[in-house]
């Protein structure tokens, strides 16, 4: 099966750094990725799609310049949390989609993020 | 507007039958899906229903109607690692998933 890495799977950081998150789809290519966040006990938030060469769209309420997603090619996309806070900490998971139009979304194992 | 329900937890013992339901509401729909999530990893895929009926997958179905605005999960003879947040969402007209809270089903032996 398709199978979606993410990178690293948990990084502690201080607050006001900046993380850099990557997703990799590893056996297919990803026209479109996607990345979500995910507070404990709720369930996952879409953040912002990604189609490979052109520029993320974000959902409402997320700003865009401090989740900077870059797709540069059709197996990796990058989320950086730029200028980190506590709150930011979070369970961020990639998934990543083969083709435009309905295709199963394969999910990344996810990335813990601790801010302190 | 769009909206997708489903209960915040629930309780079955081990080796009986659960069943999870999920309701939405949508304008575009291009099925529902069904995702099973342990604690602190991504969600792994389920199953997959776009026509009305049940679909079996060994100890796990899917059962939808559209004009309902219905889903549920049957969870079969229950095991410990069946603990786990079920996780539905439909997918909207433009090929978006839109996620339900998720059901925290606890598993007693």
């Known amino acids: 099966g398709a199978v979606v890495s993410q990178h690293p799977s948990w990084v502690i950081c201080k607050s006001g750094t900046s993380v850099k998150i990557e997703c990799r789809s590893l056996?297919?290519?990803?026209?479109?990725m996607f990345w979500y966040r995910q507070f404990p006990k709720q369930s996952l938030m879409l953040m912002a799609t990604?189609?490979?060469?052109?520029?993320?769209?974000?959902e409402q309420g997320v700003e865009k310049d401090k989740f900077l997603i870059n797709h540069a090619s059709l197996t990796l996309s990058t989320l950086t949390v730029t200028s980190a806070h506590p709150e930011d900490s979070s369970f961020y998971i990639c998934?990543?989609?083969?083709?435009?139009?309905?295709?199963?979304?394969?999910f990344g194992p996810g990335t813990r993020l601790t801010v302190t | 507007g769009q909206n997708i329900d489903q209960p915040t937890e629930m309780t079955a013992t081990e080796g009986a039958i659960v069943q999870i339901n999920c309701t939405y509401q949508?304008?575009?729909?291009?099925?529902l899906f069904w995702y099973q999530q342990h604690a602190g990893e991504a969600p792994t895929f389920l199953s997959y229903?776009?026509l009305d009926g049940l679909e079996e997958k060994g100890r796990f179905s899917s059962f939808l109607s559209r004009s309902k605005g219905y889903s549920y999960l049957l969870l079969k003879e229950l095991q410990m690692k069946d603990s786990a947040s079920y996780l539905c969402?439909?997918?909207?007209?433009?090929?978006?998933?839109?996620w339900g809270a998720g059901t925290k089903l606890i598993i007693k032996p």
């Open positions: 998934s990543a989609r083969e083709g435009q139009g309905f295709h199963e979304q394969y």
């Open positions: 056996d297919f290519q990803a026209t479109t």
């Open positions: 990604s189609n490979e060469g052109s520029k993320a769209t974000y």
């Open positions: 949508t304008s575009g729909f291009n099925g």
């Open positions: 229903n776009v």
């Open positions: 969402a439909f997918m909207d007209s433009n090929y978006q998933l839109i």
